[in-house]
Every structure is written in structure tokens, then in C-alpha cells.
């Protein structure tokens, strides 16, 4: 789940925690670990991805090559430009 769509959820769930009947403690400890949850993974780095070693890429591109005939070097320059569309970068 993407960090916009926690922060909504958690939003949400602290939003209504004042219109919980208080006489229902199971209920409200399950909000409260719901809550907990959601601030612990909010805290939590998001991993960085990495762009392909080029040995990645030639293997990727070799079956590109025999399956759908895609000249040699399209295949790489392909990979590198969808990894900088999505701000992947060394």
C-alpha cells in the first residue's frame, strides 16, 4: 500500500475514534492496534529501487531477441528508458 493511501486510512481511523462507544473496549483496542499499525509502517523507509545491471538486461533482451525478434540493442536502450520513467537512476 503507497504511503497517500496509509495516511488516508490512518486519517480516517483517528477521525472517527472520538464517536466509539467507549463501553466497547475490544472494539476500540482494535482501532487503536489498526492505528499503531499503520503509523509504524508509515515510518518505515521505502526500499529504493535500482536500475538493471546491464547482465540483467542482456539476458531480458536475449529473450526478447528469439521471441519476438526485437533488434539487439532496442531492447536495452528500452529497459533504460522505462527505468528513467520511473525515476530509477544510478
Known sequence: MNKEALKLALEALEGFIPYLP?????QCNRYDKAIIAIK????QPQPQRKPLTDEQIDAIADEYLVDYRIPAGSAWNFARDIEAAHGIKE
Open 22 to 26: 467507549l463501553k466497547d473496549e475490544a
Open 40 to 43: 509504524e509502517a508509515l515510518a
